[in-house]
Structure formats: structure tokens, C-alpha cells
């Protein structure tokens, strides 16, 4: 018994996944300083600014975050490195077009956006860049996860979190106000980009194809990623905007103030996916087993969200008053149960990792139906903070069932396959 305890705890995945946490939440606590000192030395209004500005620049990179998913399948999936090196290949030619389209595009729309945004034009001038770099920058660092380069991929993050925060105060205290921020994030985001091609310089991005025919595949593959990616996003921001909606302002920001703090069960959890994703798809691809990963992540996803929930139960108001305040007290019964439906949506999202990672990608059917159901109920049920949290919670709950009782009839089918095809031998 003590030494399979052993042999679980000693899993590289588990060391993966700690390299992972780790890194991602440092990751976070660098961009929650960020804020916070960047906020103080700018003030309310410029700080407005600067969050307009963060808020455009995530709004489009955000449309390619599917791209993660696709490129991290197929560089696990290799199977030598010729392989590995096409991919890289091309994968970099064709993010480098896209990034570039992207650059002009919003490069010629800058003065509609300084226009709309009522911010200086110079300010918006240099986000095209930003994007163009980071469309790349993560391109990269998806590759690393995809060769299960755990370590560099957090240092590369975590360097350019770092520098952002450095040279956004650097800047703003010699008087480059938003504009100075702005660069900072700029010049950190090419440096992120410039350690993540460092780690990857053993890799060319010009190479020939020696038989290898995967635009056809990649682009089969790219659709469920893109609508899982969608829905993924759908079920975190639809309710926030329809209780901004429906709701009175006090109750729209406590309840956006408890979709915030579930949201620490979502990025605590979401590296453990992370480290699953690519090494599931590395020994499927090899037919090896890899169940004994799947059940390992899905037993720390929900240790991760019990602890969490355990907390938000038995000390809401200290959560609540730590990250925002006394005036946001009144969400602190609500807590929990938003809790309950970050937890349960982790879980999903695991789960239909899990099978994006083995090429069963019919299964993006269930998230995208009951996100649509999420979206009905709250349409039809909002009478009150609470109501809307339960029907959220309820289509999480519905889909977590739903896809455990797939999982279950697969896991049966195919047993059933394999036994049928022994005994025929």
C-alpha cells in the first residue's frame, strides 16, 4: 500500500502539475500587484485608461486562445522529432501571417478606437504591436507545453509578468503616465515572446515536408477547439452580463464580485488541465496507457475546489472583505454557491479536455447545449442574485452528469470492442 502511495506521489505529473500551480498563481499574484500599484501611481482616471487599453488588447487576443488547445494536440501527438520540427514550422509561418493581418488591421483602426475610448491616439498606436507579439508569444509557449516543457513555459510567463510590473513603474514614475504603462507592457510582451523562441532556438522555422500532410487534420481539429473555447467563455461571462442586465446595479456588482472569487477555483485548477492535456495526447498517440493521469487530475481539480469551498463556507466574509471590501459584504451568503458552480465547471472543463486531448471531440456537443440552457434559464429566472447562481449551477451540475455518464458508456463500449476483438483471436 505505501509503496503505490508512493509511486502516485512520486508521478511526474504530479511534479508537473506543482510547477504548474505554482508558476500560473505567481503568475497571477504578479498581475493582481500590477494593478494594484499601477493603480495607485496613475489615479482613477488615468488608471481607467490603461484599463480600457487592457481591456481592447484582451478582447482580441482572446478570439485566438482556442489556438492553444490545437497546438498543444498536435505537438504532444509527434511522434519523432522531424515531426515536432514541421509542426513548429508550421504552425510559426502561418501565427506570423495571422499576427501580422492582425497588426494592420487594428493598426488602421486605432483612431476609431482612441476616438471611442476618448484616450490619446499615440497611446493605441503602439497596441498593434503588443498583439502582433503576443499572438506569437503564445503560439510558443503553447509549443513548450505541447513538448511537456513545464518549467520553461512558467518561466517565460513569469518573466514577462515580472518585467511588465518593473517597467510599467519605471515609466510611469519618470511621467510617461498611461502611455508609459502601455509601453511597458509592450517591451515586456516582446521579451516574453524572445524567451519563449530562446527555449525553442534548437527548432528551424523553415522546414521541408518529408511526407507529413497535417493542414488537412489541423483544421479538422481547429473547429471543436475554437467552439469549446467559446462556450468555455461563455459560460463565465454570459451570466455576469445578464445579471448586469437584469439585475439592479448593487446586485449586478456583488454578483460580479462573487464570479471574480469563483474564478480562484477556476485559474487554481486550471494548470492541473494543463499539465493533463499534453501528456494524455503524448501517450495516446503512442498507444500507451494514460487513464491513471486523467483520474490523478480529476482527484486534485476537485481536492483544489474543496478546499477552496470549504473556505468560502466557513470564512466568506474574510474572502470577500480581503479582495474587495466591507461593500461588498451582502454576496457573502452567496459564496458558496457560486463556489459550488466554479467547482463543478472545472471539473467539466477537465473532463472535455480530457477528450479533445484522445480525438473524441463529439463530446463538445454536451458543453455547448447546456450553455445554451445556462443562457435560457437566466433569461427566464432572474428574479434574484441567488436565482441566477442556481441556474447556473444547475446547467454546470447537468453537464458534469452528462459527461460522466458518457465517459462511463465509452469506457464500456470500448472495454466491450477490445474484449469481443481478443476473443475472435
Given at each position: 500500500?505505501?509503496?503505490?502511495?508512493?509511486?502516485?506521489?512520486?508521478?511526474?505529473?504530479?511534479?508537473?502539475?506543482?510547477?504548474?500551480v505554482i508558476g500560473s498563481n505567481f503568475a497571477n499574484v504578479l498581475a493582481f500587484i500590477y494593478h494594484l500599484v499601477i493603480g495607485r501611481l496613475l489615479g482613477p482616471i488615468h488608471y481607467g485608461?490603461?484599463?480600457?487599453?487592457i481591456s481592447l488588447a484582451t478582447m482580441f487576443s482572446a478570439v485566438f486562445t482556442f489556438l492553444n488547445t490545437v497546438i498543444i494536440k498536435f505537438t504532444s501527438s509527434a511522434k519523432n522529432k522531424h515531426e515536432e520540427d514541421y509542426i513548429f514550422s508550421w504552425f510559426t509561418q502561418k501565427?506570423?501571417?495571422l499576427a501580422l493581418i492582425l497588426f494592420v488591421l487594428t493598426l488602421i483602426l486605432s483612431p476609431v478606437f482612441a476616438s471611442f475610448l476618448h484616450i490619446d491616439i499615440k497611446i493605441i498606436f503602439i497596441l498593434p504591436l503588443f498583439l502582433f507579439f503576443s499572438i506569437l508569444s503564445m503560439v510558443y509557449k503553447a509549443f513548450l507545453q505541447g513538448?511537456?516543457?513545464f518549467y520553461e513555459t512558467i518561466l517565460s510567463l513569469n518573466l514577462e509578468f515580472l518585467l511588465r510590473l518593473i517597467l510599467g513603474i519605471i515609466f510611469v514614475y519618470l511621467g510617461l503616465s498611461v502611455f508609459g504603462a502601455v509601453a511597458g507592457?509592450?517591451?515586456?510582451?516582446i521579451c516574453g515572446f524572445l524567451i519563449a523562441f530562446y527555449f525553442l532556438r534548437k527548432y528551424k522555422i523553415f522546414t521541408k515536408n518529408k511526407g507529413i500532410n497535417i493542414t488537412k487534420e489541423i483544421f479538422s481539429y481547429t473547429l471543436p477547439a475554437f467552439i469549446f473555447s467559446l462556450t468555455?467563455?461563455?459560460?463565465l461571462t454570459t451570466d455576469v452580463l445578464l445579471a448586469k442586465h437584469f439585475l439592479i446595479s448593487h446586485d449586478a456588482g456583488i454578483y460580479a464580485s462573487l464570479s471574480n472569487l469563483g474564478k480562484i477555483i477556476l485559474f487554481g485548477t486550471a494548470p492541473i488541465g494543463a499539465v493533463m492535456f499534453p501528456m494524455i495526447s503524448k501517450r495516446f498517440s503512442l498507444s500507451q496507457k494514460y487513464l491513471n493521469i486523467f483520474f490523478l487530475s480529476l482527484i486534485l481539480t476537485f481536492l483544489a475546489s474543496f478546499?477552496?469551498?470549504?473556505?468560502?463556507?466557513?470564512?466568506p466574509t474574510i474572502a470577500i472583505k480581503t479582495l474587495y471590501g466591507k461593500g461588498f459584504l451582502d454576496g457573502s451568503t452567496y459564496l458558496v454557491w457560486f463556489g459550488l458552480f466554479a467547482a463543478c465547471y472545472s471539473l467539466t472543463n477537465l473532463i472535455c479536455s480530457f477528450y479533445l486531448s484522445i480525438n473524441k471531440i463529439k463530446v463538445i456537443v454536451l458543453p455547448v447545449v447546456f450553455s445554451i440552457l445556462q443562457i435560457i434559464g437566466i433569461v427566464f429566472i432572474h428574479d434574484s442574485l441567488l436565482s441566477i447562481i442556481i441556474v447556473s449551477l444547475v446547467?454546470?451540475?447537468?453537464?458534469?452528469?452528462?459527461?460522466?455518464?458518457?465517459?462511463?458508456?465509452?469506457?464500456?463500449?470500448?472495454?466491450a470492442v477490445r474484449l469481443n476483438s481478443n476473443s475472435s483471436l
Open positions: 500500500m505505501l509503496k503505490k502511495f508512493k509511486s502516485v506521489i512520486f508521478h511526474p505529473f504530479f511534479a508537473s502539475s506543482a510547477i504548474m485608461e490603461l484599463a480600457a487599453v501565427s506570423f501571417v513538448i511537456l516543457k507592457i509592450v517591451i515586456a510582451g468555455s467563455t461563455s459560460f478546499i477552496v469551498l470549504v473556505f468560502y463556507q466557513v470564512f446547467s454546470a451540475t447537468l453537464l458534469l452528469v452528462s459527461l460522466v455518464i458518457y465517459f462511463v458508456y465509452e469506457t464500456y463500449s470500448r472495454n
